[in-house]
């Protein structure tokens, strides 16, 4: 019985990542057909995971929000998303907020502080891109 239950158990994980890789998926092929801003409901499900940890999908719906795949260009929603997912560890996210601080947008000053150290968490996960902008900054 507890050989049953343990394969539930592993069976229903699997499926959930599947469902998630699968709605990664159908996400990107809108993001690269420029409609899924039309599709409310990808969205929802996109930012319910984003929330919920997974950090591919936060990523990508703060590009979306700072390239105007979501309708208008919005720098707010894109730091939210990049934020988050640069909290829980992802590199591109933590490159990316450098970049938010060393550019600067309408509500966020530039502060070149706090953008080394992003692109300072960024380079000690391996991007290369970062450990250059360091090197530019000091």
Known sequence: ???????????????TLIAVESALQYALKLYEENTLDQHQEAIATLKKE??????SIAFLLASAYKNGKLGAVDLNEAYYWYHKAALR???DA????????????????????TAKTWFS??????????????ELLQ
Request: glycine content about 8%; hydrophobic content about 50%; overall charge negative.
């Open 50 to 55: 984003a929330e919920a940890g997974d950090n």
């Open 1 to 15: 019985m507890k050989f049953l239950n343990t394969l539930l158990v592993i069976t229903l994980i699997a499926i």
């Open 94 to 113: 933590m490159l990316m907020l450098g970049w938010i601080y060393y550019k600067g947008t309408d509500t966020i000053h530039i502060n070149i502080d």
């Open 89 to 91: 560890g992802d590199p």
């Open 121 to 134: 968490k960024a380079a000690a996960k391996g991007l290369d891109e970062a450990a250059e902008m360091l």
